[in-house]
């Protein structure tokens, strides 16, 4: 599975972007996407996480209430909902596929090239 992340750019604190997570190679059928995120100096992080199949959700305590992962079948495509975005949020943003739904990266075994998000005060 070959993913593609996009979607990131500059936004002030408040705005919204939406993350966007192609997949190609192969379906998303069978796999959880998860989203994960690195700031600058900072350990890669959880952020939120979409089974394909049945569409359940997780998200991390810093996302729940502001981000919404959600699928789209026809364009094989995760997408990221993010709102009400803080400049704590900044951050290069990762998607991954992966057997089961984890918070752990090491759950997931295909990556994308990340997409940066950035959020001004």
């Known amino acids: 599975v070959q993913l593609q992340a996009s979607g990131g750019g500059l936004v002030q604190a408040g705005g919204s972007l939406r993350l966007s997570c192609a997949a190609s190679g192969r379906t998303f059928s069978g796999y959880v996407t998860g989203w994960f995120r690195q700031a600058p100096g900072k350990e890669r992080e959880f952020v939120a996480a979409?089974?394909?199949?049945?569409?359940?959700?997780h998200y991390a305590d810093s996302a729940r209430g502001r981000f919404t992962c959600s699928r789209d079948y026809a364009k094989n495509t995760v997408y990221l909902q993010m709102n009400s975005l803080k400049p704590e949020d900044t951050a290069v943003y990762y998607c991954a596929a992966g057997q089961m739904l984890g918070v752990s990266e090491h759950g997931y075994d295909y990556w994308g090239q990340g997409t940066q998000v950035t959020v001004s005060s």
């Open positions: 979409i089974r394909w199949r049945g569409g359940g959700t």
